[in-house]
């Protein structure tokens, strides 16, 4: 086991109150655009559209929220990722971008651009650094999934799709996991050798209510974003609910794990514009993999 995983699994309090959520930053510090978030290493949470859109925003663990940067142009962020050099990928929907911001510096680059993109909506790293991009075109109903390199090579895995939303890599890094937001399924792609995808099989089909977001914990659980029913979903590899969050407002968009132990998920809240948080029982795979 994974050194930093096992010392947080047996330091962890036995008198977390698990799976309660409660408020993080205050309401309406964010844009109803408020998406993507992701932990950096010290701790803050980052979440796009803080205070006016196409920015992005940095909270510290006790909720003091900034912006930390301008995005150029028109870009207008979604999901975010960090690698364990500690550089971040921004989906940027509107200049059908991926984008890469080095914190230090605050530098933004274009990682990868292709015309065929859709509106890049949410990110997923593999451990090798790999980034996979769910596309949505929201209009047509429809998605495509996108592979980038690290060198920012970008082609294009499946189109055709439902629309494409929130999107993980298993602990294994053999399955990439996908939900289509107005088809309400979640599906799993095995991952080939040589990068490709294989034949999709649906893990879950929900009667009601929408995706969003997506991640996934060390054991291969699922955390998605019920976007109208105000709830994120805990689901096994195989399909089944294992417990069903209240997260405070309606419209959770997205979520991310972090903490000094890598239990607390933070959630992007739409209704109220705002982070909130709740304390979970397994790390989650990504920050596992940064550390």
Known sequence: MHLLLLLALLS????????VATPLT???????????????????IFAV????????????PDGKGEIFVRLEGKSIGNGIRFDKAGQMYVADY????????????????????????NQPNDL????????????????KGTGQLWRI??????????QDLGTTNGIDVSPDGKTLYVNESAQRGVWAFPIRDDGTLGE???VKQFEDHGFDGMRVDVDGNLYITRYGKGTVVKLSPQGEVLKEIDVLGKQPSNLCFGGSDGRTVYV????????????????????????
């Open 26 to 44: 205050k309401p309406n510090e964010f844009t109803a655009g408020i998406e993507g978030p992701a932990c950096d290493a010290q701790g803050n």
């Open 268 to 291: 992007t809240e739409v209704e109220h514009r705002r982070l909130v948080q709740f304390r979970v029982d397994k790390p989650g795979l990504e920050w596992q993999q940064n550390r």
């Open 94 to 117: 509107v200049g059908h971008n991926v984008l890469q911001i080095d914190p230090a510096t605050k530098k933004i680059t274009v990682l990868a651009h292709d015309d065929g993109l």
């Open 49 to 60: 559209n803080f205070a006016e859109q196409g920015t992005i925003g940095r909270v510290t």
């Open 149 to 158: 390199s690290t060198k920012g090579e970008i082609k294009r895995l499946a």
């Open 124 to 139: 997923a790293r593999a451990a090798d650094g790999t980034l996979f991009a769910s596309d949505p075109a929201w209009d």
């Open 12 to 19: 962890a309090d036995p008198t977390d109150k698990l799976f």
């Open 200 to 202: 999709r099989k649906l």
